[in-house]
Nanobody, 121 residues
Framework: QVQLVESGRGLVQAGGSLRLSCAAS????????MGWYRQGPGKQRDMVAI???????NYADSVKGRFTISRDNAKNTVYLQMNSLKPEDTADYYC???????????????WGQGTQVTVSS
């Protein structure tokens, strides 16, 4: 069974930094795109940053220049370094991974359980 386990939740002051990690575990063949999404109170879940297996990245406009996504393919882990945090970054952050459980099966999207990030003003 595939699991995505997130870590790095926290409460920080505006202007501070936080690093989130997400490790995929279980039995699977390969992971393609990994990413981070967030959902603020009363809001929909939105993409924050995504990264392909080859390292190509895409960011939401609201986090460009402040957040950096990276991954370690050997560890099946994706990271999100968040700098210059703002109160509007407060949200539950969810890890996402598209992976194939076997060579012959199509990719499927998996989600972590979510980790809370709170930025105080």
């Amino acid at each position: 069974q595939v699991q995505l386990v997130e870590s790095g939740r926290g409460l920080v002051q505006a202007g501070g930094s936080l690093r989130l990690s997400c490790a995929a575990s279980g039995s699977f063949f390969s992971i393609s795109t990994m990413g981070w999404y967030r959902q603020g109170p009363g809001k929909q879940r939105d993409m924050v940053a995504i990264i392909t297996r080859g390292g190509d990245t895409n960011y939401a406009d609201s986090v460009k220049g402040r957040f950096t996504i990276s991954r370690d393919n050997a560890k099946n882990t994706v990271y999100l370094q968040m700098n210059s945090l703002k109160p509007e970054d407060t949200a539950d952050y969810y890890c996402n991974a598209n992976l194939k459980q076997t060579l012959g099966t199509p990719s499927r999207s998996y989600w972590g359980q979510g980790t809370q990030v709170t930025v105080s003003s």
